[in-house]
């Protein structure tokens, strides 16, 4: 190695760590939309990244003993960007190759295949470096401290540019096509840094990718199926909107959140009907929070009877594309792209009605399910007002359920569930209303006063009504200190995948 170029051994060092933490965030997103943005794939990706890195540093170690051609790793780095150029053409195959073995051994086997490899290669490039760069053994503490704080600091940047910036404004895959002209580069360097110039067998294998890569990122047209109406990378996850001869559907993170019968004007799904129920308790309409727009499905009913409502929703492209494609109708000044517990914190407002609908089958938000949460809300509640939870469940019997009605049930005196399928066993929303009035009552009363105008709704409500849920629940209280309701949830999250995704084909939710 040309000692002029120790510089930009610590600039390759520097790209390296770059790439690896790149790899890893893009990995959330590149399969985020078939498992759901849950800590299990956290954790899968956390793993495969060490696991991988582990083994490259041994590999590269001998190599790098055995070995001193500038060409290995030249072709290391050049692997690590092939099939990172690959990694989003095969996702999906990888993943269903997988399915039957179900969620957990999907996602960690599928993470294995498709991330390992350019992981365990990047891995590599650290020890043939430390040895190029060694002089003497007086040196090899400073050397080697130097080259993993370089990479260290080049993984923080990319941490915060690839995930705060770069895939919202970008995309994902134009993100990873950059990481591929990334790693090219780096095999180019790799060997200038040996050799002094660049050319033979570097440039006759690197020049057609970046090539191919650069084309990708601005020449490719995406396959546009004309039922796709809108796409878009948001700091939360890829957001889909999906025209169908029936129906409008909101998608997130590849799962269907919410959408819109078109010939009957309303949900696709029962439980709105249920959550908009707890306004008919009320004489008069009054003002309504719901935290977790959507599409807007939850917030129509009461908007429709002349309730004064306001919603929050954490992502603002989901705020930009309810009122876009399913024509929300509340003053966008009501309408607040910001987390809703630190909403409720910060707000000096108080409601009739809160709706919690920030719950869908490929995560829970953990802090607005605990005590803590619960008694936030019920300062923001007017007197006799009601809180309203909807939640996805497998089965009546959940642990989920039982815990969160046990833990409102150390805030509010009354509280209740209403099932939105007779089968005790099935995926199914659930709604739970909280309240200091007796709200099985007061729905009851409304019921029979036939207060609830729309048929459709009215049954679906008595329905749910008459399978109550009684007894005492035998879950655990949930805290900010001891809450694991977004483990208990992957299992749902599978099985709602599993069923709910059957009802539009998979080539059009992610």
């Known amino acids: 190695m040309i000692r002029n170029h120790l510089f930009l051994a610590g600039l390759l060092i520097f790209l390296e760590g770059y790439c690896v933490l790149s790899l890893e965030i893009l990995g959330t997103r590149l399969l985020g939309p078939a498992f759901g943005a849950s800590i299990n794939l956290w954790a899968a990706l956390i793993a495969v990244t060490l696991l991988s890195l582990s083994l490259g540093y041994w590999f590269g170690g001998r190599l790098a003993d055995r070995y001193h051609k500038h060409k290995i790793l030249v072709v290391i780095i050049w692997l690590s960007a092939l099939w ?229 929703e954490i992502n603002p492209v989901i705020i930009d594309m309810a009122y876009k494609h399913f024509e929300l109708m509340i003053p966008r000044s009501r309408a607040y792209a910001v987390d809703g517990r630190q909403f409720l914190h910060e707000t000096n407002n108080t409601f009739d009605i809160i709706a919690f609908d920030a719950f869908g089958g490929s995560g829970v938000p953990f802090h607005l399910l605990t005590q803590e949460v619960f008694e936030l809300a019920s300062r923001r509640l007017n007197n006799n007002g009601v809180l309203g939870i909807n939640i996805i469940a497998d089965g009546w019997d959940s642990l989920l359920i039982h815990s969160v009605l046990n833990t409102l049930e150390q805030v509010f005196p009354h509280v209740i569930a209403l099932p939105t399928s007779k089968n005790k066993e099935a995926v199914q929303n659930i709604i739970m209303f909280a309240s200091d009035l007796d709200i099985a009552d007061k729905l009851q009363r409304s019921f029979e006063q036939n207060r609830i105008e729309n048929a459709l709704y009215r049954d679906v409500v008595f329905k749910a009504y008459q399978n109550l849920f009684t007894g005492k629940p035998h879950g655990m209280v949930l805290t900010d200190n001891h809450n694991p309701s977004d483990l208990w949830a992957d299992e749902i999250n599978f099985k709602t995948r599993s069923a709910k995704n059957k009802t539009i084909e998979p080539s059009l939710l992610w």
Not at 186 to 206: C, D, E, K, Q, T
Not at 236 to 265: A, C, P, T
């Open 84 to 312: 990172t150029l690959i990694i989003p053409f095969i996702k999906k195959d990888i993943v269903d190759a997988f399915f039957f073995l179900g969620l957990k051994w999907d996602l960690l086997l599928s993470a294995v295949f498709l991330f390992s490899l350019p992981l365990t290669l990047l891995g590599m490039v650290t020890p043939f470096l430390l040895r190029l760069c060694i002089e003497s053994l007086s040196t090899i503490g400073h050397i080697a401290g130097r080259l993993y704080a370089t990479s260290t600091v080049a993984s923080i940047f990319a941490a915060v540019l690839t995930g705060f910036f770069f895939i919202p404004i970008f995309g994902t895959f134009n993100v990873a096509m950059s990481v591929v002209l990334v790693l090219g580069s780096m095999s180019l360097l790799a060997a200038f840094i040996y050799s002094g110039h660049v050319r033979g067998l570097p440039l006759l294998i690197n020049t057609p990718l970046l090539l191919l890569a650069l084309g990708l990122i601005v020449f490719k047209v995406p396959t546009q199926d004309p039922r796709l109406l809108d796409i878009q990378d948001s700091p939360y996850g890829e957001i889909r909107v999906i025209d169908l001869d029936w129906g409008k559907f909101l998608i997130i993170q590849g799962e269907i959140h919410s959408g819109i019968n078109k010939s009957l004007n309303s949900s696709t799904f029962v439980y709105p009907a249920l959550l908009q129920s707890a306004k008919d308790i009320f004489e008069t309409p009054g003002e309504g929070l719901v935290i977790g727009l959507g599409a807007g499905t939850t917030i129509k009913p009461f908007v429709d009877a002349h309730w004064k409502m306001s919603a929050v």
